[in-house]
């Protein structure tokens, strides 16, 4: 185990409430945008993980959602070197696009990629799309995985050869107003192995 990292997103007039949740029956505190108290040492391997939050999904104040990444080393030499690249933010868009660009990587000149993206306060049914490199790749709806949060991952993305970065759009129906909250980026690489962890608003 390299890290884990735990990010949720809430809807709330104070931090206070809302920073401080359950981790497995742990407490842990977390910091606003994007980083967490410490996991590694809670999570130890594959595995179910319980998130108490003081509030219930779908009240205000409330959590929208939460998403454990867990970075970890293999033992086989037969593993490529990978760049982990994580943004976290919290930006509220209604109506209108969010586009940034990840940087912090060189790709291999034939890259293997997995990207994953998190978002909060989407309304269920409602229209959300995700663009990866200009290319639509998920419709956020809020009622996958459930309850105001959306996840998407993909193992099958494209990536150019010795790229330095990528781009991210999210674009909120009228109807909606949504919380783009993680962009992670885990693509084989030239560079030393490294985690990044960035503030992309």
Same mark, same amino acid.
């Given at each position: 185990m390299i890290r884990a990292l735990l990010f949720w997103g809430c809807e709330c007039n104070s931090y206070s409430g809302l920073a401080n949740i359950n981790f497995n029956g @742990? &407490?842990?505190t977390g910091i606003v945008i994007g980083s967490t108290g410490i996991l @590694? #040492?809670?999570v130890l391997g594959n595995g179910t993980y319980s998130i108490t939050v &003081? #509030? *219930?999904l779908s009240t205000t104040p409330g959590a929208d959602g939460a998403t454990l990444y867990v970075v970890y080393c293999s033992p086989s030499a037969s593993e490529p070197i990978r760049t982990i690249n994580i943004y976290a933010g919290a930006e509220f868009i209604a109506g209108s696009s969010l586009s940034w660009t990840q940087t912090g990587f060189t790709a291999t000149s034939s890259p293997s990629a997995k990207v994953s993206f998190t978002d909060g306060d989407c309304q269920d049914g409602l229209v959300n799309n995700l663009y990866f490199n200009s290319t639509f790749v998920y419709n956020c709806n809020g009622s996958t995985p459930g309850n105001h949060y959306g996840?998407?991952? #993909?193992s099958s993305v494209s990536i150019p050869p010795s790229a330095t970065s990528v781009t991210w759009r999210f674009d *909120? @129906? #009228?109807y909606d107003c949504v919380s783009p909250n993680v962009s992670v980026v885990s693509v084989t690489s030239v560079d030393p192995v490294a985690i990044h962890l960035h503030r992309f608003c």
């Open positions: @742990t &407490p842990i @590694t #040492s809670l &003081p #509030s *219930a996840y998407w991952e #993909s *909120a @129906t #009228s």
